[in-house]
């Protein structure tokens, strides 16, 4: 069964150097396949840089009537879409000569928040942080009080007054808590990082119709989410959201073993966070079915806070003219140093353990 011990060594093209490289990339690998699929594209009603429309892609591949469903997921933090391209292109150069297994088919989901590919941001053209915006807004928006505290730090443009604030948060509440602050996801500060939004977003949007039309509630689920940079460098770290002793925590630990870690249970480099993707999925899966993030780690977590807070800062101050703002192509060199590194042993690990990760999903779909 795909993938298979016998692959060929990975191939570093596939990982692009800009989103329109991406999508040419991901229509290059599905017009070499040679088993039945079904394309669907959803326009974002946006440019990229270059003028040309950005759109989130999407592909079935297998039989309509399968039971049982591998999904992988690129982009969702626009920038971190590098990686996720690659592992997408490489499992469809993989089975470009194969045939799935009967009953099992794939989803692929190609930069579910394109804006932030094409710009080189981690939200999307509204700020949104995709992966904070699955809540219920019919409800009162979260309040982050954390968050609020430290905004005044997070926007400190003098990086040692801003450590000291920090220190002093973590001092008195604990490094887990300050993570949680920073990151857990906030819902009213439009230009800070980890903004939750007002509405649905274009991700999410997508992911409810694609549900909805391939009645993905009624079929056994592996969600593959891949992300970057946090945690160890080059460990592709399996991340699982699930609720401790729920069906889909189970599912995942019986999957993945030992490599899968619990925010929950704080043995992730993740911390709980409010409105992930994660819980959309949650909520229509049946039982045998999980949702991990795959997250390759790059650099430390001080200095995913510092590149993000910085772009956030530069586009706060520039508004709409932090697009042609000279001074970004430096931002934009340290937002793909650190989300996508040019190193070929980086990138190599993360297609090898794409392919196990995948792997260990199809076989847990058929168990
Ligand atoms: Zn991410």
């Not at 594209?41 to 999407?58: E, M, N, R, V, W």
């Not at 094409?118 to 809540?135: E, F, K, Q, S």
């Not at 910085?310 to 793909?336: K, N, T, V």
Request: charged share 20%; hydrophobic share 35%; aromatic share 8%.
């Amino acid at each position: 069964m795909y993938p298979h011990s016998n692959l060929p060594e990975p191939r570093l093209a596939v990982f692009p150097d800009s989103y329109t490289h991406a999508r040419d990339l991901w229509k290059q690998h599905i017009f070499n396949l040679r088993m039945p699929l079904a394309e669907r594209s959803f326009s974002a009603h946006a440019s990229a840089p270059d003028g040309t429309q950005l759109a989130t892609d999407s592909v079935w591949l297998g039989g309509q009537s399968a039971t049982r469903v591998l999904v992988i997921i690129g982009g969702t933090h626009g920038i971190e879409g590098f990686a996720g391209t690659a592992a997408i292109c490489d499992l469809l150069a993989g089975l470009a000569h194969e045939q799935l297994p009967d009953d099992l088919a794939v989803l692929c989901v190609h930069a579910l928040n394109p804006w932030g590919y094409a710009w080189h941001r981690r939200c999307d053209a509204d700020g949104v942080d995709l992966n904070r915006n699955c809540i219920d807004f019919g409800q009162p928006l979260p309040q982050k009080p954390g968050y609020t505290e430290l905004r005044p730090a997070l926007f400190d443009p003098d990086s040692k007054r801003r450590q000291q604030a920090f220190q002093a948060y973590i001092d008195t509440h604990g490094q887990t808590a300050f993570e949680i602050a920073v990151s857990g996801g906030q819902y009213h500060d439009p230009t800070g990082p980890f903004y939750g939004g007002s509405r649905p977003a274009h991700g999410r949007r997508v992911v409810e119709a694609l549900m909805a039309d391939h009645g993905l509630g009624e079929r056994r689920l592996g969600v593959i989410d891949v992300h970057t940079g946090l945690g160890e460098w080059g460990n592709g770290e399996i991340i699982c959201d699930h609720l401790p002793g729920s069906d889909g925590a189970d599912t995942a630990l019986r999957w993945y073993g030992t490599r899968c870690t619990l925010p929950a249970l704080g043995t992730s480099s993740s911390v709980p966070k409010t409105g992930l993707l994660d819980y959309a999925w949650h909520a229509i899966m049946p039982a045998g079915s999980c949702y991990i993030t795959l997250e390759y780690g790059t650099y430390e977590t001080q200095e995913l806070f510092d590149v993000l807070l910085q772009d956030h800062r530069f586009w706060a101050e520039h508004g709409a003219a932090a697009a042609r703002h000279p001074e970004r192509a430096a931002l934009i060199e340290r937002m793909r140093a650190h989300f996508c590194p040019d190193d070929p042993e980086w990138r190599r690990q993360v297609l090898l353990q794409a392919r196990r990760a995948i792997r260990q999903a199809m076989e847990g779909l058929l168990s």
